[in-house]
């Protein structure tokens, strides 16, 4: 199967290129990482992240074909050759698919990503109804892959100032979630031109999360509580 | 030394469940701590874990930590050390409450309160009927637990140091423990990281077999630093196949499927766990499952054209149920298997998943090695929690669901014990001249091989070796051939080379040096393996097909130095509970 994988090492590329590789696959390969790891074993030199290879730790994520993905769960009867892999758009590359990601995880930690309660805890649980705790699907689910945040445009102009689809997810977590007592600081935090309001529907981020997650809904719900606040 | 020195009060090594508990602790009481993780922390393994965290919480009905230590201990076939079992059993609750407290979102009962779901090998009074002892989050309770100590540690203001890796520890004359030699991935900068206490959390190392549940981070680098460091490991020839492994694909399908109400049938449509373990059937303890499932396909009685796995059935559970406690299972048989659960069963076979042995610690998760006639003296600055330690509260079987107990139980008393040594007040130990220099030569060696045997082609003869000689059923002549085998892959290992020179993320390097790791523990394996003439929870010898409590009731201690055994005996006397004697274990 053939591969055009883009290649950058900083202490000897002027700049980057695209390589191509023939990968003799073995009939058990199913997914898209089975190759990566074939291939390196032919040439070491070929950088990726990888881990749990089933979907759940979000190491391997990579621009595919166009498209931000999981090399873990893409299977690679889906693909058209050559497969044309890059490093996730939009963030600072370290070697090859390797992406500096600090940009990403400052957004996410910008959102105060933990439950604030300051009440003295129960000795047991904090009950939790069984339709509160359904609020949360769709949100806790979420890997920190950042193949949304990395697909949309809005956090490619301001990566900086935009919180972006996955922290935004998160944000709203901790709103929907019966436990948490922030809410009012959790919006302050969001109420600027471009923290929340830098989101405007394109769905890249719906198109690409390996999760199924929908950041596009959950930002609307954000904005539909801040909404209901201000009147 | 030439190498730069950065110093901190505590320096932890891995940023899974057992680390980030610990570090919490740490941060919390303003001590200066280091975490050291070859990956972000929310990829680590822990996320994998599906089913649940155990505790007798008794949401569902009765329960009693009386009786999970009871289990435990059956669970462990008596290998287990009933002081560190009756701790763990007894905090449970609270560590579960403390977790819901940080915001970990379980699912929840009617009433409000933790949902709880039967698992394997867990009963009410003392073997008498399965009960309800699992909290869970969905199928995805791991990937609940770290990303909500992940957060929690954010609060905290944790230092991580992200994408390092530890090389090897640093000791003085004294055997004391300074801190580790790391690797910065990105810039690959060598650093002493030194410390007055060093924790080792780096989990297991289920890489060393070629069919595991396991991340491929999960090469065992603590014990493999531990072991090269003089300290030796404890019960290593305990590995844990879990029953269901999708077949072929090696990926976890957690036992809360068979908690859920799933059942394995065979060829014939049968439901054949009820002739090995007629009370509690498919939740029996997971050695004991697997090897069921094992004696079925070699009989002929497995699926599939080559008859060499058997089905998960969970259809009858209905749509409802699976959906909304075993999304990701769906999701996993779907991308892994090609089935829908909803309406077809899960081709699974029993596969690779955790290691019982590791680092010998106390209840403190202080280093423990024999010295001057005690088998248990304190090695001085060195900690170890979590799958990379052995304390032990799995003797020789893990239950399901104690997994992620037994890294948040003594990941938090080892970060208390550590808080409580006052380190503020006490000056670092000089550093020996020597501290770096085992790693230097590690990273010099791969930095000037020219030519040598490639590393996965190394690796992977080891897997495949391990996997064919250490499998579930063992026997004199499969492990002295595999002692041997892996003595030569060890010889072999040591002359690899890789091609990438470069020093910036150099994956080639860190698999290098992963490789020496993964040789220790699979030496300490088949090495222990080989000489326990016995079959006892995961050791199942087909030439010893009893337990021998008279000659093995003891734990293995494996030193790397000279390939030695040594043995230590287990504790059957409990904190303040009368013993729980050895007895035949039937499910």
Redesign the interface.
């Known amino acids: 199967m053939r591969f055009r994988i883009y290649r950058y090492d900083p202490e000897k590329d002027a700049k980057p290129y695209l390589q191509d590789f023939d990968v003799a696959l073995d009939p058990h390969d199913r997914m898209l990482l089975d190759a990566l790891v074939r291939l390196k074993a032919v040439d070491d030199t070929v950088a990726f992240r990888r881990s749990c290879r089933e979907g759940v730790c979000g190491s391997d994520a990579m621009n595919i074909n166009g498209k931000n993905g999981l090399a873990c769960v893409t299977n690679l009867k889906t693909l058209t050759e050559p497969v044309v892999l890059k490093p996730l758009p939009g963030l600072p590359v370290i070697r090859d698919l390797i992406v500096d990601m600090s940009q990403f995880f400052k957004q996410y930690h910008s959102i105060k990503p933990y439950l604030v309660n300051d009440t003295p805890p129960p000795e047991k649980e904090r009950l939790q109804s069984p339709e509160e705790r359904e609020e949360l699907d769709g949100l806790y689910e979420c890997i920190l892959c950042a193949c949304c945040s990395t697909a949309c445009p809005s956090f490619w102009w301001n990566p900086d100032k935009f919180v972006g689809p996955a922290g935004l997810l998160q944000a709203y977590r901790f709103i929907a979630d019966s436990r948490d007592l922030a809410t009012n600081e959790r919006l302050d935090n969001l109420e600027d031109p471009y923290r929340l309001f830098r989101c405007h529907s394109i769905m890249n981020c719906v198109d690409v999360c390996p999760k199924g997650l929908n950041p596009t809904l959950q930002i609307g719900r954000i904005k539909e509580v801040m909404l209901k606040r201000a009147v | 030394m030439s190498l730069p020195v950065r110093k901190f009060d505590a320096i932890i090594v891995g940023a899974g469940g057992a680390g980030m508990r610990a570090s919490l602790q740490l941060a919390e009481a303003g001590l200066s701590v280091a975490v050291l993780t070859k990956?972000?922390p929310?990829?680590?393994?822990t996320?994998?874990a599906q089913g649940g965290i155990g505790a007798s919480?008794g949401n569902m009905s009765e329960d009693n930590w009386l009786w999970h230590m009871y289990d435990t201990i059956k669970g462990s076939d008596w290998l287990g050390d009933q002081d560190a079992i009756e701790y763990m059993c007894k905090i449970a609750?609270k560590v579960?409450?403390e977790l819901?407290?940080?915001?970990m979102?379980?699912?929840?009962?009617?009433?409000?309160?933790?949902y709880q779901r039967p698992f394997g090998g867990h009963s009410a009074n003392f073997g008498e009927k399965a009960v309800q002892r699992a909290c869970a989050?969905a199928d995805?309770t791991g990937?609940?637990l770290v990303?909500t100590l992940y957060?929690?540690n954010?609060?905290a203001r944790t230092q991580f140091f992200v994408e390092w890796m530890a090389l090897d520890l640093v000791r003085d004359a004294d055997g004391e423990v300074l801190g580790v030699v790391a690797l910065e991935m990105?810039t690959g900068e060598v650093m002493v990281l030194q410390a007055k206490a060093t924790l080792f959390a780096t989990g297991g190392a289920g890489r060393i077999f070629a069919a595991s549940t396991n991340?491929?981070?999960n090469t065992g680098d603590g014990l493999g630093m531990a072991a090269r460091a003089g300290i030796p490991l404890e019960d290593m020839e305990m590995w844990q196949f879990h029953p269901t492994g999708v077949h072929?694909?090696g990926?976890?399908i957690t036992e809360g499927v068979r908690g859920e109400g799933g059942i394995l049938l065979n060829c014939n449509g049968e439901r054949f766990m009820e002739r090995y373990a007629p009370n509690l059937k498919d939740l029996a303890s997971r050695d004991v499952v697997s090897r069921s499932m094992d004696q079925e396909i070699k009989e002929g009685r497995g699926c599939g054209p080559e008859k060499d796995h058997v089905l998960l059935k969970l259809d009858h559970l209905g749509p409802d149920v699976i959906i909304k406690r075993l999304p990701?299972i769906r999701?996993?048989a779907i991308?892994?298997a090609n089935v829908d659960p909803i309406r077809e069963p899960i081709p699974v076979v029993p596969t690779i998943h955790y290691q019982m042995g590791g680092i010998p610690t106390n209840v403190n998760g202080q280093v423990v090695a024999p010295k001057g006639g005690s088998p248990n003296e304190v090695v001085p600055g060195f900690y170890a929690v979590g799958e990379c330690a052995c304390v032990s509260v799995h003797g020789a079987n893990r239950l399901g669901t104690n997994s992620l107990l037994d890294i948040v139980v003594f990941g938090r008393a080892a970060g208390d014990f550590i808080v409580a040594q006052n380190l503020k007040a006490q000056a670092h130990r000089p550093l020996p001249r020597d501290a770096a220099d085992r790693a230097l030569a590690r990273l010099a060696r791969l930095d000037g091989a020219k030519s040598g045997e490639?590393?996965?082609?190394v690796a992977?003869a080891l897997r495949k070796e391990m996997q064919a000689h250490c499998g579930v059923y063992r026997n004199q002549e499969l492990l002295s051939e595999g002692v041997r085998k892996v003595m030569e892959l060890d010889e072999r290992s040591k002359r690899v080379a890789?091609?990438?020179h470069?020093?910036?993320?150099?994956?080639?390097r860190v698999?290098a040096l992963e490789l020496d790791n993964l040789m220790e523990t699979a030496k300490a394996t088949i090495v222990s393996a080989e000489a326990r003439r016995e079959s006892r929870g995961a050791q199942a010898r087909s030439d010893y097909p009893s337990r021998d409590d008279v000659n093995w009731l003891k734990h293995t201690l494996w030193y790397s130095e000279g390939n030695r055994l040594d043995y230590k005996p287990v504790n059957l006397k409990p904190l303040t509970v009368d013993s729980f004697p050895p007895k035949a274990r039937t499910y």
């Open positions: 990956v972000f929310t990829r680590s393994h996320v994998a919480l609750p579960v409450y819901e407290h940080f915001g979102p379980f699912d929840r009962n009617p009433d409000g309160t933790i989050a995805r990937h609940a990303h957060q929690r954010v609060r990105e991340a491929f981070i072929g694909a990926v976890l990701s999701e996993i991308k892994f490639r590393v996965p082609d992977n890789i091609s990438d470069s020093r910036t993320f150099n994956t080639a698999e």
